[in-house]
């Protein structure tokens, strides 16, 4: 049997992970929050994550920071970037980090939905 897909959140405003697990578990996936990178990175689950969601602007270690960390880890782990300010250049410098998706809060449910979905089927 097929292990359900897990979901990586990393926000350090406690309410955005625990609504977007409850989205999460809603369509069917696994999801583990987190209140900063630091305790994503040191967490047992980082190999099976399918997908990492992560704010932007966090204390110590940012959300484009944490993208080259996870992506020494896992090279073609999804990640996708959330944001509530929205800068000039900010989605060419999330797109050349490598991330999948840079979405500006409030987000497009639908939009993060699929790229969730994609992510778990690749």
């Known amino acids: 049997m097929e292990e359900t897909p897990l979901i990586g959140i990393v926000d350090d405003d406690p309410d955005i992970p625990v609504a977007l697990a409850s989205l999460i578990r809603s369509l ?3 999801a583990a929050c987190f209140s900063s990178a630091e ?5 047992k689950d980082v ?7 992560s704010d932007i602007n966090m204390p ?3 959300g484009l920071d944490l ?4 992506k020494k880890l896992r090279p073609d782990l999804p990640i996708i970037l959330m944001t509530g ?10 797109a050349l980090a490598g991330a999948a998706l840079l979405v500006a809060k409030p987000f497009s449910l639908e ?5 969730i979905s994609r992510s778990v089927r690749d």
Not at 47 to 53: G, L, M, Q, Y
Not at 67 to 70: F, G, K, M, S
Not at 85 to 94: H, V
């Open 47 to 53: 190999e099976r994550f399918r997908c990492v969601i």
């Open 67 to 70: 993208i080259p960390l996870l």
């Open 60 to 62: 110590n270690i940012s």
């Open 111 to 115: 939009d993060l939905m699929e790229t």
């Open 85 to 94: 300010r929205f800068e000039q250049g900010l989605a060419e410098k999330a």
């Open 28 to 30: 069917g996936y696994n």
């Open 39 to 43: 305790a994503l990175l040191s967490s």
